[in-house]
């Protein structure tokens, strides 16, 4: 079904752009050089260097402390912000399919160029950072647009699962890969860690300009009955032409239990994910060991992410329960584990085993996000792209804000029990954005959507029908 293929090129632009992110939360440790400094390198303001026997080239490392190394990992947040609202707005006007291609390869040349920026200076890769941040934030809504005319309601809560499941996936492969290019003189170190996620994110904008399209009309590769099959829960061309209702949406309580539920998230995941290695550093364990460890949440989440977003829609057709309890219910296990295994951390700081398995836990409950990211097409399927920025934007203000957190909390003294403080201020946000949802959560179209539906798009979600049997 040429719909599961558009949700799967959507995952593996997802998987690009998250590698072009993440890989400097890994090399970072071997830019500095963690796990072989001497005391002569950390008297050293300048760049020094690490030479294998069996390499002829030397590796540039660098002496950063705590806080430059936060505010270079933070930095990407800040471009975040900026383009998280308005990204939704120009990825409608330019379309998904280009918002993608554009972002790999943005984010493919910008990832090339940060062996270059370290070298010049902390300035230069914090500007390389911010962009990488701009580019990015066109990701969400892209794939929000292009999936628009592919989704049907009875499959929403799978395909949107699987495209955004690139997330998780990227994990898996970033970090070991990352791991064992850095630690490898002989591959070039962790310069060659960037060119290599680089080459890839541009290799797959070639292939997505060929075989993805906005929309089903226009592909060459499908068949006439699965066009007019998904061509009757189609949204209108004409309300492109209708204004977004700004101000209803910025005062929707629907809306913005959706914000807040995935700030909660990001804040969780994006602290985890950019923080994580770091954090490990606390118990002792090499290089080796964090790449195993940093790579088994991200396994758990892909699975669940998948596994939720079937289940959630066939106890939606079964009718075991209605949409709006279904969203609700994987809410609570979506905010709800993750809030309690964040909380108990803090009563097994200084145990490696125990602290590991929660905070692996509170990752992998993460990714049951069907109540938040697949509840926007629920409440306006024509304006989701403009939620999306919105979401964004959110997600982007807890990215930065969580680095910046616990670069002061670290300042003097990067122990488990400071850590632990930010878990438990993490745990109280997930609280807070659970109980928001339950109170406001909706799950139809809403007034100011004004969306041109068809009949079977505004029938209740649990009664459409796969008609084609495709």
């Known amino acids: 079904m040429k719909r599961y293929f558009v949700a799967v090129m959507c995952c593996l632009s997802w998987i690009c752009v998250y590698c072009t992110r993440l890989n400097i939360n890994i ?4 830019m500095v050089n963690k796990w072989n400094t001497t005391e002569e390198q950390k008297s050293n303001h300048n760049a020094t260097t690490i030479s294998d026997d069996s390499a002829t080239n030397s590796i540039p490392t660098f002496d950063w402390d705590d806080q430059t190394q936060q505010h ?45 920026a370290a070298g010049v200076g902390t300035s230069f890769l914090t500007i390389v950072r911010v962009l990488q941040g701009v580019i990015e934030g066109l990701i969400m809504p892209a794939v929000y647009i292009t999936l628009k005319k592919w989704i049907v309601p009875s499959e929403r809560s799978t395909l949107l699962s699987i495209a955004y499941s690139g997330t998780s996936i990227a994990e ?33 904008s070639i292939i997505f300009i060929a075989f993805v399209f906005d929309n089903p009309v226009d592909d060459p590769y499908i068949s006439t009955q699965q066009v007019e099959y998904l061509k009757s829960f189609e949204v209108k061309d004409s ?19 959706i914000i807040f539920a995935y700030m909660a998230y990001a804040l969780n995941f994006f602290f985890i994910l950019t923080e994580g290695p770091i954090y490990l550093l606390i118990f002792g364990f090499d290089p080796t060991k964090i790449a195993i460890l940093t790579s088994i949440p991200p396994i758990l989440e ?100 969580g680095p910046l957190i616990l670069g002061a909390l670290i ?52 009664t459409i029908q796969d008609e084609s049997g495709d």
Request: proline share 3%; glycine share 8%; charged share 10%.
């Open 302 to 401: 892909f699975i669940v992410t998948l596994l939720s977003g079937v289940a959630a829609d066939i106890i939606i057709r079964r009718e075991y329960l209605n949409v709006l309890n279904t969203r609700k219910f994987f809410m609570i296990l979506h905010m709800g584990i993750p809030a309690i295994c964040l909380f108990f951390i803090g009563y097994f700081e200084n145990h490696a085993a125990e602290s590991v398995i929660l905070l692996t836990v509170a990752f992998t409950c993460g990714g049951m996000y069907t109540g938040t990211l697949t509840n926007i097409m629920e409440i306006s399927k024509e304006h989701s792209q403009i939620i999306v920025g919105m979401v964004t934007t959110g997600s982007a203000v807890v990215g930065f804000i």
């Open 239 to 257: 309300n492109k032409d209708i204004p977004v209702p700004w101000c209803d949406m910025l005062t929707s309580t629907a809306v913005w239990s």
């Open 72 to 116: 270079i990992l933070g930095s990407f947040y800040y471009g975040y912000i900026i383009s998280g609202l308005p990204s939704g707005w120009l990825a409608g006007k330019i379309g998904g399919k280009r918002s993608i291609v554009i972002v790999l390869l943005f984010q493919g040349l910008l990832s090339a160029m940060i062996p270059w």
């Open 172 to 204: 898996v492969f970033c970090y070991p890969l990352s791991m064992w290019i850095s630690t490898s003189p002989s591959l070039g170190g962790w310069p060659t860690s960037y060119y290599t996620f680089s080459t890839i994110s541009v290799l797959l």
């Open 411 to 462: 300042k003097e003294d990067n122990t488990a029990s400071q850590w632990t403080l930010m878990f438990l201020m993490i745990a109280a946000v997930h609280v807070f954005a659970m109980i928001f949802f339950l109170i406001f959560a909706k799950a139809e179209q809403q007034k100011w959507s004004h969306g041109n539906i068809t009949k079977q798009e505004m029938k209740s979600y649990n």
């Open 27 to 30: 090399t970072i440790i071997s």
